[in-house]
């Protein structure tokens, strides 16, 4: 399944794979195809056993010490926020809700000190009577008594409110409630986007055309520069001008015969100045500096960029013919 999508055949060697697997199943935004990652969906989804035992306490199994994996605990504990009202189903020590915070945020040296058993269950309310005070113990370091006292002037501002639940919420949703997609999700955050993904994911393109240029952004095509970096017989220059050696970004911007394809393709749109120039940079972040400025000269023709050339079949794309000099 790792080698097909990108060789076409059922079976071969890794060596055969263009783009290390995890990058495939990655979402498009950051540069994969957008194939889920099964292993970070599995632990998305093993999300729900921790929300579930906090949200719903009448399930059977909730009172049970769930062995749910440490990446996946982390994303509850990051997402999941109580807002408080009486402080009987939030957790003291272990739960996010003094302010959107959690106590270990605050004071993670005091936490180490407090015995595991009233981490997990020590709750807001009783902490708030003072037993959080008896959870320390006498033996604390100079970190934790100040951590101790800024904990101490922080819990002064608190109010319960008697009569009412605690409401456990989802921070990374709009109602409020747990979301496996919002979970998958986390784990790419802070990802870098693909500079060219948008570009290439909703062009008209097919889906061959499309695949290249994510294969082109990547420079994962077996170009005479990538064979010659791993000892592999390569042509000595590029087969269709002889000139310079064979490059992704000479097939596509440099090479005189895939300037060719630019310019009849462009001439055949009345657009023959949009020529790309031999410095444009089009796998990267280049490709979308450029169409912007193409498609800022068209903003009174947006049938140009959204339809392509009036009466095409699909041979015409709405973006540019980048797969094209191949």
Excluded at 7 to 28: I, M, N, Q, T
Excluded at 78 to 103: H, I, K, M, P
Excluded at 205 to 218: H, I, M, V
Excluded at 293 to 307: D, E, I, L, R, Y
Aim: glycine residues 8%; positive net charge.
């Amino acid at each position: 399944m790792q080698i097909f999508p990108l060789e076409g055949e059922a079976r071969g060697p890794g060596g055969h794979c263009l783009v290390a697997w995890d990058k495939v199943a990655s979402p498009k935004e950051v540069g994969g195809l957008g194939i889920p990652n099964l292993h970070l969906l599995n632990l998305a989804l093993r999300c729900r056993w921790a929300w579930l035992q906090k949200q719903d306490t009448s399930r059977p199994w909730s009172e049970f010490d769930l062995q749910i994996p440490r990446q996946a605990r982390v994303i509850f504990e990051a997402a999941a926020c109580f807002t408080l009202g009486n402080g009987e189903r939030a957790c003291f020590w272990s739960d996010r809700w003094l302010f959107g915070a959690r106590v270990d945020e605050i004071a993670p040296n005091l936490v180490k000190v407090v015995p595991p058993r009233w981490r997990k269950a020590r709750t807001v309310k009783d902490g708030l009577s003072g037993a959080w005070l008896l959870d320390c113990g006498p033996d604390l370091g100079d970190a934790s008594v100040e951590e101790f006292f800024t904990l101490w002037h922080v819990l002064a501002t608190v109010q319960l409110s008697p009569g009412v639940d605690d409401v456990l919420t989802w921070r990374w949703t709009k109602d409020g409630a747990y979301s496996a997609k919002s979970a998958y999700n986390a784990f790419f955050a802070g990802s870098t986007r693909a500079p060219v993904a948008e570009q290439i994911w909703r062009s008209r393109a097919p889906y061959s055309g499309k695949f290249f240029a994510w294969l082109a952004s990547r420079d994962r095509c077996w170009t005479g520069d990538r064979l010659e970096r791993r000892g592999l017989p390569r042509p000595a220059a590029c087969p269709l001008c002889d000139q310079q050696q064979e490059s992704i970004r000479h097939l596509l911007v440099g090479c005189v015969v895939a300037r060719e394809v630019w310019a009849w393709t462009l001439r055949h749109w009345a657009k023959p100045m949009w020529v790309p120039t031999h410095d444009t940079e089009l796998l990267r972040g280049g490709l979308r500096c450029w169409l912007r400025q193409k498609a800022s000269v068209t903003s009174g023709q947006p049938s140009f960029w959204s339809s392509g050339v009036s009466g095409g079949t699909g041979m015409t794309w709405s973006l540019t013919p980048l797969p094209l000099p191949w």
